[in-house]
């Protein structure tokens, strides 16, 4: 399950949509999640974009109550999670305010047995994969970066804009947040050559525009940032992705609407 752009302390944000989809993998001992920034809307009221109503924190130290808010949120979870990035509103609050929120985060969900790492604003991983039975191990490259640029108005050109930057990077599933996107989109084969059999190999990638849980539109006379800038609805929700490991494969296929 891959959570990006959540922008809690927004009061936009789909909490109990977040809720349900945690809900879903909670009794699953081999769903886990990943997160790729903006879990935290981050604008305190000395950042010139900060409004009162896209603010539903109550007290005076807004990300001290958003940080327990995602703890809450995720305790339930917490073994599950492998880690958590950084996004554009986290960035932009460390650069102002010298704190890290998502550092703060992952120590209070990190136990003795499992620590949850932090990813930073971008990552590379890789997972290895062995059959309970034994036998080879399966290597699986994941890479994630929050994003950048202004929000696309379209589907079309976050994917055009993100499919040129994966080409600069060699791995299985390529993850991007930001543009609040929600799309699982196979790219095109890489045919290369295996080194010891001289067989031909196909490289098979996946691109990920990883969604978000912020409503573009609210119901009050004043506007949100979505709606001033009149950026178009996006689906809520997020992105899972299924990994089979198969004898001579990995297959990764789209499972957000199992």
Known sequence: MILSDLHVQNPEADLDR???DLESIKDDDKAYII?????????VVTDPRYT?????????AIINESIY???NIM????DKCLGIGIGNHENTYIKKCGADPVLLLCDLLSIDTHKVKHLGYSAIVRFRFEHESGGSI??????QHHGWGAGMQTEGGSITKYARHAKNWRASLHVYGHDHHKVFKELPTRLGMASQTCKWQEEKEHLILAGSYLKTLNKLNYPTYSEEKGLHPTPL???IVSLQVKHDEMVITDASYI
């Open 18 to 20: 977040l809720n349900r």
């Open 35 to 43: 997160g790729n920034g903006d879990w935290f809307d981050a604008i």
């Open 52 to 60: 009162k109503t896209s603010d539903k924190t109550e007290g005076a």
């Open 69 to 71: 808010e995602l703890r």
């Open 75 to 78: 305790e339930p979870y917490k």
């Open 138 to 143: 399966k290597s699986f490259i994941y890479y």
């Open 237 to 239: 929700g997020c992105v």
